[in-house]
């Protein structure tokens, strides 16, 4: 049998064919590759994802009856909560699929239905707390 081998840079082209690498959003305008961040972006976009990980959730309960004035709908995506789906909470109290608001927050920071900033809030409840 005979084997060829590849180059490094062959070898590296199958890699990232295997494994997607991750695109983050430096700003809200500006979409990249993990590969192609800045040692500064890539510390505030850590710093996010922490930040959002440190957000409670939780899974959609709409109650027994279902006539309870609850949100019912994700706004991000326009689709229906169903029971059992993973949801996120905001500090302003409004509510998400986790998907959708985890990647809406890693390019903006503020709530898609009030636009109160994240942060802000989340940092201010860790300092009375």
Same mark, same amino acid.
């Given at each position: 049998m005979?084997?060829? *081998? ?7 082209? #199958? ?13 809200? &305008? ?36 279902? %006539?309870?004035?609850k949100? *019912? ?5 326009? /689709?229906?909560?169903?029971?059992? @789906?993973?949801? *996120? ?8 699929h986790l998907?959708?608001? @985890? @990647?809406?927050? /890693?390019? %903006?920071?503020?709530?898609? &239905?009030c /636009?109160?900033?994240? @942060?802000?809030?989340?940092? %201010? %409840?860790?300092? #009375?707390?």
């Open positions: 005979y084997y060829e *081998r590849k180059t490094e840079k062959e070898e590296i082209l #199958t890699i990232e064919e295997q494994v997607p690498v991750p695109v983050y959003h430096p700003t809200p &305008s500006q979409t990249r590759l993990a590969t192609q961040l800045t040692e500064e972006e890539q510390i505030r976009i850590a710093q996010r994802i922490g930040l959002i990980q440190h957000l409670p959730k939780g899974v959609y309960d709409p109650g027994r009856d279902g %006539s309870e004035k949100i *019912r709908e994700c706004v991000i995506c326009m /689709m229906d909560f169903v029971y059992g @789906d993973p949801i *996120r909470f905001l500090p302003c109290m409004h509510i998400y998907d959708c608001i @985890d @990647d809406w927050l /890693m390019r %903006s920071f503020t709530c898609p &239905s /636009m109160e900033p994240v @942060d802000a809030a989340l940092l %201010s %409840s860790y300092e #009375t707390n």
